[in-house]
């Protein structure tokens, strides 16, 4: 194997570094992939605010909805376009993105508690 081809391989993912287990489905992945987007002010993943509410995989148009910790977030725009980029980098496929106009609450978090002290 030439040298340059070694590296190559080394570049290349093995099942033991795959991203995801492969027992996750597509929606699962995306969750999971989603929780490197951060809310800045926060400090805090989008799926640990709960602001990811339903992954749809199984529509003509596959889309993300979602909603935002305020109606005028300062980096709501910012935090939206990371979420889409992010769900189609993982799915492979354009993905719609809809803010849904619920009011957020600390209850939607996987674990209230993480506020504490903020």
Known sequence: MSEMSEKENKNQPTAAEAPFPNNLS???QIKEALRAVSDPEIGLNVVQLGLIREILLDQDE???KMMLTTP???Y???L???IKDTAEQTAGRPMKIT???DMWDPNYME???LLMGW
């Open 72 to 74: 005028f977030c300062p």
């Open 76 to 78: 709501g725009g910012w």
């Open 80 to 82: 939206i376009q990371q």
């Open 111 to 113: 674990d209230p508690g």
């Open 62 to 64: 596959p889309e993300i």
């Open 99 to 101: 803010v849904l106009p």
């Open 26 to 28: 597509p929606a699962d």
